[in-house]
């Protein structure tokens, strides 16, 4: 009784110890070295197909073509080093900045961005109460201060570094901003409140840039940016930019576009595609999916590589 009791109870561990082992012999000796170079590079699952097919319809242009799209995107891609330099230059009042939030991103945003770019005024994606908080535990000296699950100090200190009067403020919809909105009784936004702080802190003739989730940067409808813009005016307005920084494995389709360049033979690091709307045609096409997903939403957009 008791060995079939065991058998019954041991089965279920025999059956996974045989799948590990099947997958591990599968991994060792039959997934070939091209396949584990892709596996490396493409490690979203949804999207793989989207980049190989654009890498052979590529190939399959005639020469004068590839040679066409490849100059373009050599063109059109450029180094964080040049893209910061140009954007120094470049007298923007509004850098609205859209982020995953993740340590990976506020990282490469506190080495290459915060560390180069003089700001007079950060606006980060916190309430006043939250900033009471934040300044506490950097004056404290803490190594990690969390904001929305990731470190916020590293910014912050590259920030002053470079800035030693940098203003900072939390612009994000209070308590009191939503109880206020809800009793009215219309169809408001929690953007609306961000939009009334983000106009108490504005200084004219400076450069503001807002650190918020990614959607708050949109061009679309209802969201912070695109509010921004419609009440600001004009030449405020017209020295606006909306910014989204991801890193290549944040998302399935701007993954298989670096796998696309990088397969097609252009070498880059980190990049910036400062205009979005400058991508060649054919490229266009082949990441029609990318258009309304990224490429239709920001005016530049920065890729950060795998650390």
Not at 115 to 132: D, G, Q, S, W, Y
Not at 152 to 170: H, S
Request: with cysteine; proline share 4%.
């Amino acid at each position: 009784m008791m060995r079939i009791l065991f058998l019954v109870l041991a089965w279920p561990l025999i059956i996974l110890a045989i799948i590990v082992s099947f997958d591990w012999v599968r991994d060792e000796f039959f997934i070939t070295a091209e396949e584990k170079r892709l596996a490396n590079k493409v490690q979203t699952p949804k999207y793989p197909s989207v980049g190989l097919q654009a890498v052979e319809q590529y190939s399959a242009l005639p020469k004068s073509e590839r040679v066409s799209v490849k100059n373009s995107l050599e063109s059109t891609l450029i180094s964080t080093k040049q893209w910061l330099q140009d954007l120094q230059e470049s007298h923007h009042s509004v850098i609205c900045l859209g982020e995953n939030h993740e340590d990976s991103t506020r990282e490469f945003l506190a080495d290459r961005f915060f560390a180069n770019i003089k700001v007079h005024t950060l606006l980060l994606e916190a309430t006043p109460r939250e900033m009471v908080r934040i300044d506490r535990e950097i004056e404290r000296g803490e190594a990690y201060v969390p904001l929305l699950e990731a470190d916020i100090a590293k910014i912050i200190r590259a920030a002053k570094t470079l800035n030693p009067g940098l203003v900072l403020e939390g612009i994000e919809e209070t308590k009191e901003q939503e109880k206020s909105r809800e009793r009215k009784g219309e169809k408001t936004f929690r953007d609306d409140s961000i939009l009334v702080n983000f106009w108490e802190t504005f200084t004219p003739g400076e450069l503001h840039v807002a650190l918020f989730g990614a959607l708050h940067c949109t061009n679309q409808p209802n969201w912070l940016f695109e509010r921004l813009r419609l009440h600001a005016p004009l030449l405020v307005a017209d020295r606006m930019l909306n910014i989204r920084v991801i890193g290549e494995h944040q998302d399935g389709l701007l993954e298989a576009f670096v796998f696309f360049i990088d397969e097609i033979g252009i070498e880059r690091g980190d990049f910036v595609i400062p205009k979005t709307s400058r991508l060649h045609p054919l490229v266009l096409k082949w990441f029609a999916l990318l258009l309304p997903a990224t490429l239709e939403r920001f005016q530049t957009l920065v890729i950060f590589r795998e650390r």
